[in-house]
């Protein structure tokens, strides 16, 4: 089953719509954190893990389905292909990042913590702009393999 008016399987559909609400809960968790609402905060951002988590398996599952990058069909000359490896380059990064991040966090709950809690801090913020540029990239990379 398609996307009427794009060449998009629906699990590519529900890749584009997690990576959406990926990015609103991000936002959301780190407006929390800037007001100071550090319960609400964790609560948003094991949220958030959770997403990624589904979106990761979606992802897993639409690759599998579609039988790799090649099967895009027009879409994978060398100009798609450089920008899907930078998305996924850097989504490797923006993971590691994230799990850096969150161990920090965690860590600095505990009594004694100030300083992982000082690290969660100061990456957290450049983690969540790194996650913000490569869920546009990501969002680009859907429009070309999919809709233009």
Same mark, same amino acid.
């Given at each position: 089953?398609?996307?009427?008016?794009?060449?998009?399987?629906?699990?590519?559909?529900?890749?584009?719509? @997690?990576? +959406?609400?990926?990015?609103?809960?991000?936002?959301?968790?780190?407006?929390?954190?800037?007001?100071?609402?550090?319960?609400?905060?964790?609560?948003?951002?094991?949220?958030?893990?959770?997403?990624?988590?589904?979106?990761?398996?979606?992802?897993?599952?639409?690759?599998?389905?579609?039988?790799?990058?090649?099967? @895009?069909?027009?879409?994978?000359?060398?100009?798609?292909?450089?920008?899907?490896?930078?998305?996924?380059?850097?989504? +490797?990064?923006?993971?590691? +990042? +994230?799990?850096?991040?969150?161990?920090?966090?965690?860590?600095?709950?505990?009594?004694?913590?100030?300083?992982?809690?000082?690290?969660?801090?100061?990456?957290?913020?450049?983690?969540?702009?790194?996650?913000?540029?490569?869920?546009? @990239?990501?969002?680009?990379?859907?429009?070309?393999?999919?809709?233009?």
């Amino acid at each position: 089953m398609m996307i009427p008016g794009t060449r998009a399987s629906w699990l590519a559909g529900v890749e584009l719509l @997690l990576g +959406l609400l990926i990015t609103g809960v991000l936002l959301a968790g780190v407006r929390q954190a800037w007001l100071g609402r550090r319960e609400v905060h964790v609560r948003t951002m094991r949220r958030l893990l959770l997403l990624l988590g589904a979106f990761l398996a979606v992802f897993v599952a639409n690759v599998a389905r579609r039988g790799g990058v090649e099967a @895009l069909g027009p879409a994978s000359g060398p100009a798609f292909l450089g920008l899907l490896l930078l998305h996924v380059l850097l989504a +490797l990064a923006g993971g590691v +990042l +994230l799990l850096r991040v969150i161990g920090w966090g965690w860590r600095g709950r505990r009594p004694g913590g100030a300083a992982q809690l000082a690290r969660h801090r100061r990456w957290g913020g450049f983690t969540a702009g790194f996650w913000l540029v490569n869920s546009l @990239l990501g969002a680009l990379v859907f429009l070309v393999a999919y809709v233009l």
